[in-house]
C-alpha cells in the first residue's frame, strides 16, 4: 500500500460543477497538507496548504482535512475550464530535522464547456 | 531570482551520449529536490539536498544518474550514457528551511527526449 493514494482519474465534469479531488494517506505523522496544480507541459505550483484538520478556503477553492480519517480533499466551486489540469496532493512531515515529502499520483481533472 | 530556474528548457539528445541538467533554487533556499516524470505520470523522487547535509539520493535509478550542490545554491543532474527510457521531464524544485509552513516551489522542468 502507498503511503499517499490519490486517483489518477481523469475525471470528467461539465463547467460551473463542484469538484472535489482527493487522497488518502496512512501515517498519522504526516503534519503538513498540500494541493499542486500542473498544467500540461509546466512545473507544478502550489495552490493550498495546510497543517490542521478542518477547511481553508481560498477564492474558488478549499482545502479540507480530516486527520482522524487521514483523507485530504481539494474543492473547486463553479469550475472553469482554465481548471483543467492534473492536481496533485502532497504531504510532509519532519523527521531528524528534515523534511519528508510524499506525493500523490495526481489526479487529471478535464472541465467541458 | 524570483522562481526556481531550469535550463535547457528542451533537450534532445542521442542515446549514449551524456546530459547535464542545471537548476538555480530561489534565493535563500536551503533545500532542493530532483524529480522525474515521465508523461502522464506522477512525480518520481530522484535526490534531495539539504544545506550541507550529505544528500539523500536514495531515488536515484542507477549509477548513470549523478547529481551535485555546489556552494549550497545551483545544482546539476547529470545522466551518463543516456537511455530511451531516461526520456521525460526532470523537475527542481526547492524549500525553505526551518520552521512550520514550508512549501516547495518548482521549475518549470527540463524536458528531456533520447532519440
Known amino acids: 500500500q502507498k503511503e499517499v493514494e490519490q486517483d489518477p482519474g481523469p475525471l470528467s465534469v461539465p463547467e460551473g460543477a463542484i469538484v472535489s479531488l482527493n487522497c488518502t494517506y496512512s501515517n498519522s505523522a504526516f503534519q503538513y497538507f498540500m494541493w499542486y496544480r500542473q498544467y500540461s507541459r509546466k512545473g507544478p505550483e502550489l495552490l493550498m496548504y495546510t497543517y490542521s484538520s478542518g477547511n481553508k478556503e481560498d477564492g474558488r477553492f478549499t482545502a479540507q482535512v480530516d486527520k482522524s480519517s487521514k483523507y485530504i480533499s481539494l474543492f473547486i466551486r463553479d469550475s472553469q475550464p482554465s481548471d483543467s489540469a492534473t492536481y496533485l496532493c502532497?504531504?510532509?512531515?519532519?523527521?531528524?530535522?528534515?523534511?519528508?515529502?510524499?506525493w500523490g499520483a495526481g489526479t487529471k481533472l478535464i472541465i467541458k464547456p | 531570482g524570483a522562481g526556481v530556474s531550469q535550463s535547457p528548457s528542451n533537450k534532445v539528445t542521442e542515446k549514449g551520449k551524456d546530459v547535464e541538467l542545471r537548476c538555480d533554487p530561489i534565493s535563500g533556499h536551503t533545500a532542493l529536490y530532483w524529480y522525474r516524470q515521465s508523461l502522464g505520470q506522477g512525480l518520481e523522487f530522484l535526490i534531495y539536498?539539504?544545506?550541507?547535509?550529505?544528500?539523500?539520493k536514495s531515488g536515484l535509478p542507477s549509477d548513470r544518474f549523478s547529481a551535485e550542490r555546489t556552494g549550497g545554491s545551483v545544482s546539476t543532474l547529470t545522466i551518463q550514457r543516456t537511455q530511451q527510457e531516461d526520456s521525460a521531464v526532470y523537475l527542481c524544485a526547492s524549500s525553505p528551511h526551518g520552521g512550520s509552513g514550508n512549501t516547495i516551489y518548482f521549475g518549470e522542468g527540463s524536458w528531456l527526449t533520447v532519440v
Open positions: 502532497a504531504v510532509m512531515w519532519l523527521m531528524d530535522s528534515n523534511y519528508q515529502l510524499i
Open positions: 539536498f539539504q544545506g550541507n547535509s550529505a544528500p539523500d
